[in-house]
Nanobody, 113 residues
Framework: QMRLVESGGGLVQPGGSLRLSCAAS????????MAWFRQAPGKNRRLVAL???????DYEDSVKGRFTISRDVAKNTISLQMNNLKPEDTAVYYC???????WGQGTQVTVSS
């Protein structure tokens, strides 16, 4: 089992930036991939970005060029740097460890003027 705790969400104006963090209770190299998902009101939870144990990354099309997923192996943390935020990015963001099927509690991101 792996416990995940997200932080860094909040209210930001369009065009602003936020950095989300996910702290894992174990080595992030023990899973095939760590990922960020998001779920907007009335919509399904969708993959936003992932990073494999080998360091490869992938992104949902709508966030390419704006979001960056990164890791700190020594600290067992995953981050999501979000730039040029848009109202459509408003959602609860969740950290996920695929091998364990673990989810964090989520952190709210609201983009509004």
């Amino acid at each position: 089992q792996m416990r995940l705790v997200e932080s860094g969400g909040g209210l930001v104006q369009p065009g602003g930036s936020l950095r989300l963090s996910c702290a894992a209770s174990g080595s992030i190299l023990s899973v095939n991939a760590m990922a960020w998902f998001r779920q907007a009101p009335g919509k399904n939870r969708r993959l936003v970005a992932l990073i494999t144990s080998g360091g490869s990354t992938d992104y949902e099309d709508s966030v390419k060029g704006r979001f960056t997923i990164s890791r700190d192996v020594a600290k067992n943390t995953i981050s999501l740097q979000m730039n040029n935020l848009k109202p459509e990015d408003t959602a609860v963001y969740y950290c996920h460890a695929d091998t364990f099927g673990s989810w964090g509690q989520g952190t709210q991101v609201t983009v509004s003027s």
